[in-house]
């Protein structure tokens, strides 16, 4: 039996990443007009000949230049040449590659088009001055519409997902302070508005971000729209149906995948000593290298190597709240640096006192050490005043196109 009732529907609306092109030509039938020629990156194809093929294992551009007649002095001539910006003696097998190879009868290569992948391609152009240039393929998104139902647990769901699970592990981000993963309710139920990348309209390239969602987590509706209140930072948030943005300042954890191991304790008790020492930190438990998060935007006051606590890192987020990070194996960042919520610091180790790798974590508010999993902890920089009013306006659209795709009933 299937956990969850996956569907997608196309738009008809074609988003296009550059400016929306009209597409539809009318041509009088009447005139006959020649077929335009055939272009690829601006090459003319009927001026070559062309040859496609994929870079076989043990393959360079030498051997390869060798086959269409060109010699080993213009291929060390042309890998010199461009070597600043594109390194020939680094194609990798099976790559595609295009030769276009001249129409005479020395069928000499003239241009090499190799493709990294399915949008970046490198042009070697060597059929007078050498030189190269990068090109991209357009992408156009699609728009594609999904809703599920949650008949079991998230991880469950996750793996009867029919959509990638790229949009699920972003809508579990969009949601990540909204809605406890681990407490989904039965017939909790989501509808999402996500970005499909394709080439040339046709040939998938990816998924985009989620545009617009509804969760509704215990017959409560929780929507979340993408929004850019800074147009110069750019950075993407999301915000629901009444301005709120939906990220907290502070992440739960500093590391992405852990148990907790020893919580905020006042009263514990040391086994050796039979004495109370308080721990005053929270211990996230997670193999040695594991990437280590600011929970929160900031800067750093600290990073050092100290005594018990080992490599640690200390961050100042603003007058009330600073966090630190104690027993790393290395870090990564240094005083002053500023840092964003979910960047990486450091890595998960064991110097200092400790028995085992961890990252003790704490975090103090006005100058005193709390427990963070007890804190009701700030919401992010709430939507501008002057910008609510645009957003509710924006939004409407994107809520009323929610609320009518249809859930999938069981059969
Ligand atoms: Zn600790």
């Known amino acids: 039996m299937r956990h969850i009732f996956i569907y997608i529907l196309l738009f008809s609306v074609i988003l296009s990443c550059n400016a929306p092109q009209e597409k539809k030509v009318s041509i009088p039938k009447k005139i006959e007009k020649p077929a335009p020629p055939k272009k690829l990156f601006g090459y003319i194809l009927d001026d070559y000949k062309v040859v496609k093929s994929k870079i076989k294992r043990g393959e360079t551009f030498g051997t390869i230049m060798d086959k269409y007649h060109v010699g080993p002095g213009k291929v060390y001539e ?23 190879k001249s ?18 391609y490198a042009i070697v152009d060597f059929k007078d001055s050498i030189f190269t240039k990068k090109v991209e393929k357009e992408v156009t998104v699609k728009l594609q519409k999904a809703s599920g139902i949650i008949e079991s647990s998230l991880s469950q769901t996750l793996d009867d997902m029919h959509v990638s699970p790229i949009v699920a592990n972003d809508l579990s981000e969009i949601y990540a302070w909204t809605i406890d993963f681990f407490r989904l309710q039965k017939n909790d139920r989501f509808k ?24 509704e987590h215990s017959g409560t509706p929780f929507y979340a729209f993408k929004y850019v209140p800074d147009s110069i930072t750019g950075i993407e948030e999301y915000f629901d149906d009444k301005a709120n943005n939906l990220r907290r300042a502070f992440l739960k954890a500093p590391l992405k995948f852990s148990r907790i191991s020893s919580r905020y304790n006042l009263r514990r008790k040391i086994a050796f000593y ?7 930190g929270t211990d996230f438990a997670a193999p040695i290298g594991s990437p280590i998060m600011s929970t929160a935007n900031g800067q750093v006051i600290e990073s050092k190597y100290r005594g018990g606590n080992g490599n640690y890192v200390k961050i100042r987020h603003n007058a009330t709240y600073t966090t630190q990070y104690l027993h790393m194996k290395k870090r990564k960042v240094k005083v002053g640096d500023y840092v964003k919520q979910g960047d990486i610091i450091g890595w998960v180790g064991m110097t200092g006192n400790t028995s085992g790798p961890h990252v003790c974590y704490r975090f103090w508010k006005n100058g005193r050490q709390v427990d963070p999993l007890k804190e009701k902890l700030p919401e992010a920089e709430p939507l501008p005043k002057k910008i609510q009013e645009q957003y509710l306006v924006d939004i409407q659209p994107l809520k009323q196109e929610l609320d009518a795709i249809p859930y999938q009933t069981k059969n």
């Not at 890998?79 to 595609?96: C, Y």
């Not at 499909?196 to 998924?207: C, M, Y």
């Not at 039979?274 to 005053?280: D, E, S």
């Open 78 to 100: 042309i890998v010199n040449k461009i070597k600043p910006e594109f390194d020939l003696r680094r194609l990798r097998a099976g790559k595609n590659y295009t030769i276009l």
């Open 103 to 120: 129409k005479d009868s020395t069928e000499q290569a003239k241009v090499f088009i190799y493709q990294q992948d399915l949008i970046h």
């Open 192 to 215: 999402i508005v996500y970005e499909q990348k394709f080439i040339e309209d046709s040939i998938p390239a990816g998924i985009g971000r989620i545009r617009s969602a509804l969760f």
């Open 274 to 280: 039979g004495r109370v020492k308080p721990h005053l």
